[in-house]
């Protein structure tokens, strides 16, 4: 069993800055990449940033120079998105998202896409 936790969301005005946290747990074998996505009404969700096991990082263009997405061990069990310079069009519902080996009954770690419940971020004045 695998879980992953978002927090950190909650209501900023813009120009403002919000720290998100991810935190994988349960039977993980290895993690080989996180991703930060969101998804705002009516619009498909979109990939923000992401890290992978190798320390490779890309970031969707609107957010690089604001976004910056980090690892607070090498596992990457815990991963941040510290958000600045915040605009009312980053307000969306941000996700996170584990690509990852997990153990089961089995000698074999299978592969695994995990999802958190996600945390809202919402940016206005």
């Known amino acids: 069993q695998v879980q992953v936790v978002e927090s950190g969301g909650g209501l900023v005005q813009p120009g403002g800055s919000l720290s998100l946290s991810c935190a994988v747990s349960?039977?993980?074998?290895?993690?080989?990449?996180i991703n930060w996505y969101r998804q705002a009404p009516g619009k498909e969700r979109e990939l923000v940033a992401a890290?992978?096991?190798?320390?490779?990082?890309?970031y969707l263009d609107s957010v690089k120079g604001r976004f910056t997405i980090s690892k607070k061990d090498n596992a990457l069990k815990t991963v941040y998105l510290q958000m600045t310079s915040l605009k009312p069009e980053d307000t969306a519902l941000y996700y996170c998202?584990?690509?990852?080996?997990?153990?089961?009954?089995?000698?074999?770690?299978?592969?695994?896409?995990?999802w958190g419940q996600g945390t809202q971020v919402t940016v206005s004045s």
């Open positions: 998202n584990a690509r990852l080996y997990y153990n089961d009954d089995s000698e074999v770690p299978k592969p695994g896409d995990y």
């Open positions: 349960g039977s993980i074998y290895m993690i080989n990449g």
């Open positions: 890290i992978n096991l190798g320390g490779g990082i890309n």
